[in-house]
């Protein structure tokens, strides 16, 4: 028997167990306001609590409209070198609108790692430089 058939499994079975893993965004609910994250290649933004309350799924915010702390967690890859930082940050903002569609965008630049906040319509509403990074 070729050894080809048998690669083909684990690796099909590695597909599907990260696809799940992924799964399809949650709908927005109306009344509350939507924060996607993005941030730049090969790092990784996830969102970790709302008003220091953890949340379910580190892919996205949801919030009631008004005032909230948003803390997320930046996992910044090096690129061509095998150490990667964890950075912890933290953005407040004050006037969060019900089913409105906000962006916080990572940004890194040499050792100085932030964050901004976009409404709808693409305007900056709040930002951050607070990041504090260690090894990780």
């Known amino acids: 028997m070729s050894r080809r058939p048998l690669l083909l499994i684990p690796m099909l079975s590695l597909v599907a167990l990260l696809s799940a893993c992924a799964g399809p965004m949650p709908q927005p609910d109306p009344s509350e306001a939507w ?3 993005q941030e730049e290649a090969p790092n990784d933004l996830l969102a970790e609590r709302v008003d220091g309350q953890k949340i379910d799924d580190g892919r996205y915010f949801q919030v009631k409209p008004g005032a909230h702390r948003l803390d997320v ?3 910044e890859e090096s690129i061509g070198d095998a ?3 964890d950075c912890d940050g933290h ?3 004050s006037a969060f609108k019900a089913g409105e569609h906000y962006k916080l965008v990572e940004s890194s630049l040499g050792s100085e790692v932030s964050a ?3 409404d709808a319509k693409g305007k900056q509403v709040a930002s ?3 990041f504090a990074c260690m090894p990780g």
């Open 128 to 130: 951050t430089h607070d």
């Open 91 to 93: 953005i407040s903002y």
């Open 35 to 37: 924060i996607g994250l």
């Open 73 to 75: 967690t930046l996992f």
């Open 116 to 118: 901004r906040l976009y």
């Open 83 to 85: 150490n990667q930082q």
